[in-house]
């Protein structure tokens, strides 16, 4: 009997991400324009057959010092990496704050962004487009730049009794230059000794060991300089 493939699946342990079932690790790039955010380039496929475990798993360094970045080397061990998770309580849905809007419902849960940059552009941002969404060339134009939040907090629907619009792409990890895994396609988290993540169909995770709610990303890398391909 030929053996079952492994659903995809990334646990979180006190050292490394462990990342099961085959999912692909691209290279994910935040194009900017005039200093803004403004799109993704999801690149080129990481060869990772060198790294990947007997059992098909691949190891991804979360303290921010492997010197085999993306993948764990073991320096964790080394270096005393504390990574206990702290990251907020519940699903979304419970934190969520509801912003409105007119033909659109937004929602934003602050205690999960990444600080990614694409909610706002040029003097302006999501937060202050959600009261001119009667205008449908600024509502588009808001839910374009939800969209393109990497960490799921802000979001958005079309009316209150409708599901959030979200991507149901293939399960993905994009590794961003200096900054953090962008997750996609909905990966389940596992928290090895601890509570799960909600699944959902994006999350940004730490890989600069500095998050104040790892195994989620808050930003720190940009403020500490993390430095990694």
Known sequence: M??????PQIAVTGGPLIVSGDVPLVRAEIVVDEKHPVAWNFGDEVDAS????ENGDVWLCRCGHS??????????????FDGTPNHPEGTYADR???????GVVVEDDRSICAHAGFCAK?????????????????????T?????????????????DAPHVESNGSARIGIVPDGPYVVTGGVPMEI???????????????????????????????????KAD
């Open 2 to 7: 030929s053996e079952q493939p492994t659903s």
């Open 96 to 102: 969520a704050k509801v912003l409105g809007g007119s």
């Open 122 to 142: 040029h003097r302006d941002n999501v937060w202050k487009m959600v009261g001119r969404t009667e205008d449908e060339a600024v509502r588009n134009e808001m």
């Open 144 to 160: 374009d730049m939800i969209d393109r939040c990497p960490s799921g907090a802000l979001t958005y629907r079309p009316s209150e």
């Open 67 to 80: 010197k085999t970045k993306p993948f764990c080397d073991l320096t964790h061990r080394e270096i005393g």
């Open 50 to 53: 060198e790294y990947a475990k």
């Open 192 to 226: 090895k000794g601890g509570d799960d993540v909600e699944t959902r169909q994006r999350v940004s995770l730490c890989r600069c060991g500095g998050s104040s709610i790892k195994p989620l990303c808050d930003g720190t890398h940009e403020k500490i300089g993390f």
